[in-house]
């Protein structure tokens, strides 16, 4: 039997995009994906790593439908559609045997508790996973600016964003067969490049904040825990060159 091991990062902040949830279906909520990716956060979660968590909500939502929607309506709709997501993935960590809470920007006081910082914190120290949807509550701001926004307030060791790619690369990889990916790059030369690693406001967050990023492919889920014992997985991105 492997022996438990030792996180490297004792918290951690995770994103995770809606696409991510979807599997192969790319809309929607599909069950055994999510059961894989949370059987990955519940082995981080068993050798003692404070775990919280932000979605996002492409899988449902991806922003105004017409030209002539308005911009603020269509963010509450995508802040509603994280919403979803962030209960699925609590349904599914919570049937794996972990102690979850969801929390809100937006309150809504039937199904989640309102974020607050100390009570995030609190459940931290209690061992319970802690899944914020909604984004920062705000419209005009990606659920990656809230992820590094919340990143940022619970002072967590590392961001990690599990996307659908394997790490930073110069440019698409998805349209440049010469694309070079990065197994390290620091913040500023990404806010310099112009990278589309996460948007412009998460980025300066980061960089602000000394935040370390990794980067990586959540469909392989076992990065999420390898990358949180300290294995090389992804893109490392920091501020130190």
């Known amino acids: 039997m492997d022996q438990p091991q030792t996180p490297k990062y004792k918290r951690i902040l995770l994103k995770l995009s809606g696409e991510a949830l979807a599997g192969d279906k790319k809309t929607g909520l599909d069950t055994p994906t999510i059961e894989n990716i949370c059987k990955s956060i519940k082995k981080c979660y068993d050798i003692g790593t404070e775990i919280g968590i932000v979605v996002g909500g492409g899988n ?46 937006i309150e809504m006081k039937a ?74 790059i620091t913040h500023h030369d990404i806010l310099a490049a112009g990278l589309a690693v996460l948007d412009g406001t998460a980025a300066a967050m980061c960089c602000d904040n000394d935040i370390p990023l990794i980067v990586f492919d959540v469909r392989r889920p076992e990065n999420i825990y390898d990358a949180v014992i300290g294995k090389k997985v992804g893109t490392l991105v920091n501020n130190q060159n």
Not at 70 to 76: E, G, L, Q, T, Y
Not at 91 to 102: S, Y
């Open 111 to 184: 199904i989640a508790e309102p974020y607050i910082r100390q009570r995030a914190l609190r459940h931290f120290e209690k061992g319970r996973i802690v899944i914020f949807g909604c984004g920062t509550g705000s419209p005009f701001f990606s659920t990656d600016s809230a992820a590094s926004l919340r990143a940022a307030e619970l002072e967590v060791d590392v961001l990690m964003k599990a996307t659908m790619t394997d790490g930073v690369y110069n440019k698409d990889p998805n349209r440049y067969d010469d694309a070079v990916k990065y197994d390290h």
């Open 60 to 105: 449902f939502w991806r922003g105004r439908t017409s030209k002539n929607m308005d911009k603020v309506r269509a963010d509450h709709i995508g802040m509603l559609a994280t919403t979803m997501n962030a209960l699925a993935v609590a349904d599914m960590l919570e049937n794996l045997g972990c102690e979850v809470r969801v929390q809100t920007a």
